[in-house]
C-alpha cells in the first residue's frame, strides 16, 4: 500500500473489518437492487440521459475519469448485456471500467459497471452490474440549481508547491460541489461513485494532498473496500454552469483521524472517515459533453414529466434480485406491492423523508429531495446569476442525409435530435456554426443554410478544403445517423424584407451556397420578384447545385435568370465582365448580393461605382477559415472581465477553452453571434496579458493594433484582463 508523501493522517484504516466497524454492512435489500442486465428501467434511463461519468485506465495504466455524452441518448444499447458510446479522451486499455448517468433535475443515478474494450472512436462496455444509485450526493452538492457566480473562501496553495499549485486548480476545486471518483479492484472490476458537498467536494491540505469527506450513506462503501486493495484512484471535479473539468490522479488511504475530520464538520457533525489522496497530476480541461449538454444554460429544458420513474426501477431491480437469491424477500410479494395504484409515489414520498432525516443528521439544513416528475422543485437555490448570460445554445442535431453535390461539395441535411418535427428558423443568406469532435477536441466552422427558413430540415453545404481538417472530417467521417451540433443563425448577409421587385446575385465557388436559400426562399413564395443570378465556377463539374439551377431556370424564366462562367474556359470574373453582364439587365431599382473571393467583391463594388448604383444597394459576404482556437494552450489561466469601467468577475480559463466560452460559464453576459471569428459580436479589448487568436477572422489591422481581439477565437496565454464593454472599434 502506496503511502501519501505529505499530511499523512495519523490514523489509517488498512483492513475491511476495520472499515466495516465505522461504516456498517449493507442491508441486504440494496446488494439485491443490482442486476446484470439492462432491463426496460435501466434502458429508459440511457434513452434520457445526457451525461455520464467515466472510469478507465489508459494505455499506461493510469486511472483516468471523465464526462461523456452531450445529448440525451448518447448511450447505444446493442442488447441487454452491451452498450457503447463515443470516447475521445486518452485511448483506454480493455478492462474494467465504471460509470454514473444522471438525469438532469433528478437525484438518483444508474451506475453501471463492466469490461470495456474501444473500437475505433466508440467504447463497448459488457454489463457485468446495474443499479439505481441514492440521492444523496446530488442533494449535498446541489447539482441541478441555477449555478454561484463566487466560490466560497478556501484554501490557496502558495507558490508551485506541487500539482495542486497549478494555475486555476485550486480556485477550480474551492468552487467545484461535485465530483466523480473511480477506484479499482485487485481483480481490475471497477467503481465510479458520485461525491457531492454543500461547498467545495473537497478539501485542500497543501500542493499534493486533497481530503474527500466519506459521510453516512448506503452503507455499500465501494470505493473503501476498492482503496484497500489497490489505493489508485481518479476523480473529475465540476463546477455548475462551467463546461471545464478538473481532472486528477494519485494514491490514496482511509482515516478516521479525529483532526482532520473536524476540518470537514457540518454544524459541529463530522464526517466518519476521510479518503486521503496523494495527487500525482491535476489539469483543468474543456469538456465538449458538457458543453453541449448545456445542463445549466439560460432557456435549455429537460422535460421532468418524461423522465424515468427512478423509484419505479429500483424496485423493479429489488424485485429481479430477490427472485434469483436465497433467504431474501419473496419476489412475488414485491412484484405485488409494484402493481399497487400509486405505490411509486408512496415509495417517493418515503425515500424523501428517508433523504431529509439523513442528511440532517449529517449537519445539512434547509435542503429537500429533488421533486418528483411534474413537481414543482424545492431544493435549495444558489444565489441568482449578478450578470445573468443568454448564450446562444448549441443545438443537438442528427445527419439525415448526405447529398453529393461535386466532387469536392456536399450537402448535410439535418434534423433536430431531441424533436425532429422543430423548424429551423433563420433568414435566406445567414449561417449556422457546425460543431464536431474530431480527434478528442470540439471544432467549429461556419456553413450558410442552403434551404428555405422554417422547414424542420437544415441544408450546410461543406466543400472540403485542401488540408481543412474540418471539412475533410466531414467528407470522409461524417455518415447518415451521427450526431453534431449546430450554433446560430448568425450573420447579416441575408435578403432583405420584403424582397425586392429584382435581386442580382453573383457568387463564386462555394460562394453560391447563401444564395441558394435565397433562391429557393424567393421562388417558394407567391410574389412577383424576380432573380438575376452570375455564377463562376473553375468547370462545368464543379457548379455547384448545377442541375438544380438549370431546372428552377427553365420551370421559371420569368422568375430565374442563371448566367454561368466557366473561369477554365473564359477566364475568371472581372469588373469589365461583370459592368457588361450588369449593363445587359432589364432597367429598375435592384438589390445587389455578392460572396466570394476578395478579387471577386473588389471588382464588384468598383463595376457598381461606375454603374453609379448606390453603396446601400450592395451586400456582401465574407467568410474566414482560420485555425481552431487553443490548440497550442496547455495551461489554464486566470481571467478578469470589466465592464462599464470596473472589475466584474475574475475566474479560470481551462486549456484549449477560449475567452468567450470561460466568461459565459462564469455568467457572464457577452455578446456573440457565429463563435468561428467572423461576425465580429464578441470584440472586446484586451486591457493586460498576451492571447493567441485564430487567424485569418473579421478584424481589420488598425483594430487589432488598437487592442481589441475575438473573444470566441482568443485563448490566453498569460493572465488577461478584458473590457466587455469598449468603445466599439472603427470597421
Excluded at 463497448?124 to 452538492?141: G, N, T
Excluded at 485550486?170 to 468552487?175: C, H
Excluded at 462599464?644 to 470561460?662: F, I, K, S
Excluded at 453571434?673 to 464578441?682: A, D, I, K, R
Amino acid at each position: 500500500m502506496h503511502k501519501p508523501r505529505s499530511a499523512s493522517p495519523v490514523s489509517r484504516l488498512t483492513t475491511v473489518d476495520e472499515v466495516e466497524e465505522i461504516v456498517g454492512r449493507p442491508a441486504s435489500a440494496v446488494m439485491l437492487k443490482q442486476v446484470t442486465e439492462l432491463d426496460v428501467g435501466c434502458r429508459s434511463i440511457l434513452a434520457h440521459s445526457p451525461l455520464a461519468a467515466f472510469g478507465y485506465r489508459d494505455a499506461a495504466g493510469t486511472a483516468r475519469t471523465t464526462f461523456v455524452g452531450g445529448t440525451p441518448g448518447f448511450a447505444h444499447v446493442h442488447s441487454p448485456t452491451r452498450l457503447s458510446f463515443a470516447h475521445t479522451g486518452s485511448a483506454l486499455v480493455p478492462g474494467g471500467v465504471s460509470l454514473f448517468f444522471l438525469l438532469p433535475g433528478v437525484g438518483e443515478i444508474l451506475r453501471v459497471n463492466g469490461a470495456a474494450a474501444a473500437r475505433g472512436r466508440r467504447v463497448h462496455v459488457d454489463i457485468e452490474q446495474a443499479y439505481v444509485h441514492c440521492a444523496q450526493a446530488v442533494l449535498r452538492s446541489g447539482l441541478w440549481q441555477p449555478p454561484a457566480t463566487e466560490a466560497a473562501p478556501g484554501p490557496v496553495v502558495a507558490g508551485d508547491a506541487g500539482p495542486l499549485g497549478g494555475p486555476g486548480i485550486a480556485d477550480f476545486l474551492n468552487a467545484a460541489p461535485f465530483l466523480a471518483l473511480s477506484t479499482w479492484d485487485t481483480s481490475g472490476g471497477s467503481d465510479t461513485s458520485p461525491r457531492g458537498e454543500r461547498s467545495a467536494v473537497v478539501r485542500i491540505i497543501d500542493g499534493h494532498t486533497l481530503a474527500l469527506a466519506d459521510r453516512k450513506g448506503n452503507k455499500r462503501a465501494d470505493t473503501l473496500h476498492n482503496l484497500l486493495q489497490d489505493d489508485r484512484l481518479s476523480l473529475a471535479a465540476l463546477v455548475p454552469g462551467r463546461d471545464a473539468v478538473l481532472h486528477a490522479h494519485g494514491r490514496a488511504s482511509i482515516t478516521d483521524d479525529p483532526e482532520l475530520l473536524q476540518t470537514m464538520a457540518l454544524r459541529g457533525v463530522p464526517p466518519h472517515l476521510a479518503v486521503v489522496v496523494d495527487v500525482e497530476d491535476a489539469v483543468i480541461t474543456g469538456n465538449d459533453a458538457l458543453a453541449r449538454a448545456a445542463l445549466w444554460a439560460p432557456g435549455t429544458r429537460y422535460d421532468r414529466a418524461v423522465m424515468p420513474d427512478m423509484m419505479a426501477v429500483a424496485g423493479a431491480h429489488l424485485a429481479s434480485g430477490a427472485a434469483a437469491a436465497d433467504g431474501g424477500p419473496p419476489a412475488f410479494l414485491l412484484r405485488a406491492v409494484q402493481a399497487i395504484p400509486g405505490i411509486s409515489r408512496l415509495l417517493r414520498r418515503a425515500a424523501d423523508r428517508g433523504y431529509r432525516s439523513s442528511l440532517a443528521k449529517e449537519g445539512y439544513e434547509g435542503l429537500e429531495p429533488a421533486p418528483a416528475a411534474g413537481r414543482r422543485s424545492l431544493l435549495r437555490r444558489r444565489r441568482p446569476l449578478t450578470a445573468t448570460a443568454a448564450p446562444q445554445l448549441l443545438r443537438a442535431v442528427r445527419v439525415a442525409e448526405v447529398r453529393h453535390e461535386t466532387a469536392d461539395a456536399l450537402t448535410l441535411v439535418l434534423e433536430d435530435v431531441k424533436t425532429p418535427q422543430r423548424p429551423f428558423d433563420f433568414k435566406p443568406g445567414q449561417y449556422f456554426t457546425l460543431v464536431a469532435d474530431i480527434d478528442g477536441a470540439p471544432y467549429r466552422r461556419a456553413y450558410s443554410a442552403t434551404s428555405i427558413p422554417g422547414e424542420c430540415r437544415l441544408h450546410l453545404m461543406v466543400k472540403r478544403v485542401d488540408e481543412g481538417r474540418f471539412s475533410t472530417h466531414v467528407h470522409r467521417q461524417v455518415r447518415v445517423g451521427d450526431q453534431l451540433a449546430v450554433r446560430g443563425p448568425s450573420g447579416t448577409f441575408h435578403a432583405v424584407s420584403p424582397p425586392s421587385e429584382r435581386t442580382v446575385l453573383i457568387a463564386a465557388g462555394s460562394g453560391m451556397t447563401p444564395m441558394m436559400s435565397m433562391i429557393r426562399t424567393q421562388l417558394s413564395a407567391e410574389t412577383s420578384g424576380s432573380i438575376a443570378l452570375l455564377y463562376s465556377s473553375r468547370t462545368r463539374q464543379d457548379v455547384i447545385f448545377g442541375d438544380e439551377l438549370d431546372r428552377m431556370a427553365a420551370a421559371r424564366p420569368d422568375r430565374l435568370g442563371v448566367t454561368h462562367v466557366l473561369s477554365a474556359d473564359e477566364g475568371r470574373l472581372n469588373e469589365e465582365k461583370i459592368r457588361s453582364w450588369v449593363s445587359a439587365l432589364p432597367p429598375g431599382d435592384a438589390h445587389f448580393f455578392v460572396c466570394g473571393p476578395e478579387q471577386l467583391m473588389a471588382a464588384v463594388q468598383q463595376a457598381l461605382r461606375r454603374l453609379e448604383i448606390p453603396d446601400d444597394r450592395l451586400h456582401q459576404e465574407r467568410f474566414t477559415a482560420g485555425q481552431a482556437p487553443g490548440g497550442g494552450v496547455k495551461q489554464a489561466q486566470e481571467m478578469t472581465v470589466w465592464d462599464d469601467g470596473r472589475p466584474l468577475v475574475t475566474t479560470t480559463v481551462a486549456p484549449g477553452q477560449t475567452l468567450l466560452e470561460a466568461g459565459l460559464a462564469a455568467g457572464v453576459a457577452m455578446e456573440h453571434s457565429c463563435t468561428v471569428g467572423n461576425c465580429g459580436e464578441c470584440v472586446v479589448r484586451l486591457r493586460s496579458g498576451q492571447v493567441t487568436q485564430a487567424e485569418p477572422n473579421c478584424l481589420n489591422e488598425q483594430q487589432k493594433a488598437d487592442g481589441y481581439i475575438l473573444a470566441c477565437t482568443s485563448c490566453p496565454l498569460s493572465k488577461v484582463v478584458l473590457d466587455i464593454a469598449p468603445e466599439q472599434p472603427d470597421s
